[in-house]
């Protein structure tokens, strides 16, 4: 046990031996931030200009200029819910090794992540990844996040989607941890990197979870001004807080407003300017994955994706699944490319789908 640690009487009832608790992500004998630590984020945050400027780019511009190798990537949406696809795209074609991947719940972007990594693992690579849940909802478990565990090519910190949205809160908050009343009494609390410690009020058990700091934040919204002030509408999805928790964030929005429009309604801002450090305008930017008030998700595609990955998993045969990237990522030059190969039905029925959700953009 770590010093101050405690425990439940989960160390007595587990089945889960010694060895696999020492070489789980809560087995190292030390903590160390898997992204920022909370000085290195507040310093990042202090020398970041302060005055109203024009932060928008093109998404290469953006992933160009933030992603570096062996960095901490923050993946904002939940599960098929305005997943940052356009930018999961472009940081493929770019190419990025030993990353980590912080997220609540996600489907399609670590996804596509871990299967350009396994394809081309020369040119991008994930080491470890803090998470809650990676899988497809309703459509299925992950395929390529079975063959990296069962491979052992990836290390995994697991924490429920309360535990991973107050990361996010206290590294928004500048703060190291925070407590939470769950993760104790379960496996997690041995194997991830939380900490049961003794409530120096109460005496009781408490459960702590580390802030999670990453160095970048990719956040997909409703609507944005030039200067990075967001608007989200439908679930936020812990997006606001994962934006102020990122040392950087990219802020890709289904359309610019003016901010003029944004001072009308000042409390629809859910993410400030302050926190954003480019804007890429991107209509579909979450397709294949569903985006309240503009268009649902498109099972087929994902369907059709899984499909390969799953393939891939069972065969190790490459083929279906590289088609897919050289036609849908590597044969792109931009996101709009992307979509340009997507059949306008397609498009429409899945805005029409949504039905014309309420939001607020004039």
């Not at 020369?122 to 990844?129: A, F, L, M, T």
């Not at 190790?316 to 699944?321: N, R, V």
Request: net charge neutral; glycine share 8%; with cysteine.
């Amino acid at each position: 046990m770590k010093p101050n640690e405690t425990c439940s009487a989960i160390r007595n009832a587990s089945s889960l031996q010694p060895e696999v608790i020492a070489k789980s992500a809560g087995g190292a004998e030390k903590f160390e931030w898997w992204g920022l630590s909370p000085e290195e984020a507040r310093k990042i945050m202090v020398n970041k200009p302060k005055s109203l400027r024009d932060k928008t780019s093109t998404m290469k511009e953006a992933v160009d200029r933030y992603v570096k190798d062996g960095m901490n990537i923050g993946i904002g949406g939940f599960v098929n819910t305005r997943p940052p696809v356009a930018a999961i795209h472009e940081i493929i074609r770019h190419g990025a090794k030993d990353l980590t991947l912080s997220f609540q719940s996600n489907s399609i972007c670590p996804e596509l992540l871990a299967g350009a990594m396994l394809l081309y693992p020369e040119h991008i690579s994930v080491k470890r990844v803090e998470l809650a849940w990676w899988g497809y909802e309703v459509i299925g478990i992950a395929p390529l996040l079975r063959y990296l565990n069962s491979k052992g090519m990836i290390l995994m910190d697991d924490y429920t989607n309360l535990g991973m949205a107050a990361r996010f809160k206290a590294a928004s908050m500048g703060i190291e941890f925070m407590q939470v009343r769950d993760h104790g009494g379960a496996d997690m609390e041995l194997t991830n990197r939380g900490m049961m410690v003794k409530s120096p009020f109460t005496g009781k058990n408490t459960y702590l979870v580390a802030a999670s700091y990453p160095d970048l934040a990719l956040v997909h919204v409703t609507a944005a001004d030039k200067f990075g002030n967001s608007r989200i509408f439908g679930a936020t999805c812990t997006c606001p807080e994962l934006a102020l928790a990122g040392g950087h964030c990219i802020v890709s929005t289904e359309q610019i407003i003016s901010n003029e429009i944004i001072r009308t309604y000042p409390n629809l801002t859910e993410i400030p300017y302050s926190a954003v450090d480019a804007v890429v305008e991107q209509r579909f930017g979450s397709y294949p994955g569903v985006h309240y008030g503009h268009y649902w998700f498109d099972m087929e595609h994902i369907l059709m994706f899984r499909k390969a990955s799953d393939n891939f998993r069972k065969t190790g045969k490459t083929d279906e699944l590289k088609k897919y990237y050289d036609e849908y990522i590597f044969g792109c030059e931009t996101f709009d490319d992307f979509l340009s190969k997507i059949p306008y039905k397609t498009l429409k029925k899945l805005r029409d789908l949504d039905g014309g959700q309420p939001i607020i953009v004039g």
